[in-house]
C-alpha cells in the first residue's frame, strides 16, 4: 500500500542535508566540519511509487536514508512468490552492510509511494572512515542492531503461532529508527501475509478479532494500534 506522495522538497540544499545528519544517530556525534563534509558529497534523490532503488545483485554503490515516504525491501523465489522484508519508513537507513562485505546487494527495494532519500556514496563514505574511524562505531551499533533484530524475529517465528507472530511483527513496525513509537501503520494485510508467510485470509481473521476487542482499528490505509499492552500480551499469552 503505497505511502502518502511526497509532493514538496524537504532537503534542497547542503546546510538542509548537514541538518538533516545532526538529527540521525549515524552522523550526529560527528563535529560539524565532519559534518559539512558528508554534506557536500551526500546526495538526495527522488523516486516515484514503485520506481526500483535498486535490484538484487546489483553492485553496491552507497547506502541510503530516508528523508521522506518509505521503501519496500522484498526478495522473490524462483517461482515469482514474494517475501517482503521489510518497510523503511523515514529516519530509517539501508544498503550499509554492503559498504563493507562488497557483496552485491541481497534485496529489491522500491519506492512505495513518492519518496525521498538520502544518498551516501561508498566512495565518499570510505574516505571520510579512513581519516574519521571513530564512525565505525555508530555503523557497528546500526549493524549489530539489524543483527538482533534478525536473531530475534528467528526466534518468533519458530516458536510463535500466528497471532503471538503478528502481534510481535506489529510492535516491531510501530517503532522508528530512533526508538519512538507510531501507532499509525501504513501497510497492507497483503503486506503483513508476505512479512509471516501466512496466508492473507489467516491475518485477516486475526485482526478482525483484534478489532473487536479493541485491540487495533483498522482503514484503508492500514491499521492504529489502540492497545499496546494488550498486543504484548497477544506474545507472551502464545
Known amino acids: 500500500m503505497a505511502s502518502p506522495t511526497v509532493t514538496f522538497l524537504t532537503i534542497t540544499t547542503p546546510g ?13 556525534d560527528l563535529p560539524e566540519d565532519a559534518l ?3 554534506a557536500e558529497f551526500c546526495r538526495v534523490r527522488r523516486y516515484r511509487d514503485r520506481q526500483l532503488i535498486h535490484a538484487r545483485g546489483d553492485v553496491p554503490d552507497g547506502m541510503f536514508s530516508v528523508i ?3 521503501v519496500r525491501a522484498t526478495t522473490s523465489s524462483d517461482e515469482g512468490r514474494e517475501a517482503l522484508l521489510a518497510i523503511m519508513e523515514a529516519g530509517a537507513w539501508f544498503g550499509e552492510s554492503s559498504l563493507f562485505d562488497g557483496l552485491p546487494r541481497a534485496y ?6 513518492d519518496c525521498e532519500l538520502l544518498f551516501v556514496p ?6 571520510l572512515l579512513d581519516r574519521r574511524p571513530q564512525i565505525y562505531r555508530n555503523i557497528v551499533r546500526l549493524l549489530c542492531q539489524r543483527i538482533r533484530l534478525s536473531l530475534f524475529l528467528l526466534e518468533t517465528n519458530a516458536l510463535l503461532p500466528l497471532e503471538g507472530r503478528l502481534a510481535n511483527r506489529l510492535l ?11 501507532p499509525e501503520l501504513r501497510l497492507s494485510q497483503e503486506d503483513l501475509s508476505q512479512m509471516l508467510g501466512m496466508t492473507r485470509q489467516s491475518i485477516n481473521r486475526v485482526l478482525k478479532l483484534w478489532e473487536s476487542e479493541g485491540i487495533i482499528e483498522r482503514h484503508y490505509r492500514g491499521l492504529r494500534i489502540l492497545d499496546f499492552p494488550a498486543l504484548r500480551r497477544k506474545i507472551t499469552d502464545n
Not at 538542509?16 to 550526529?28: E, G, T, V, W
Open 172 to 182: 516491531i513496525l510501530a517503532q522508528a529508527e530512533d526508538h519512538s513509537i507510531s
Open 68 to 70: 521522506a515516504g518509505s
Open 16 to 28: 538542509d542535508i548537514q541538518r538533516y545528519l545532526r538529527q540521525n544517530s549515524l552522523f550526529s
Open 36 to 38: 559539512r563534509e558528508v
Open 108 to 113: 529489491d527495494a522500491h519506492a512505495q509511494g
Open 122 to 127: 561508498r566512495s565518499g563514505i570510505e574516505n
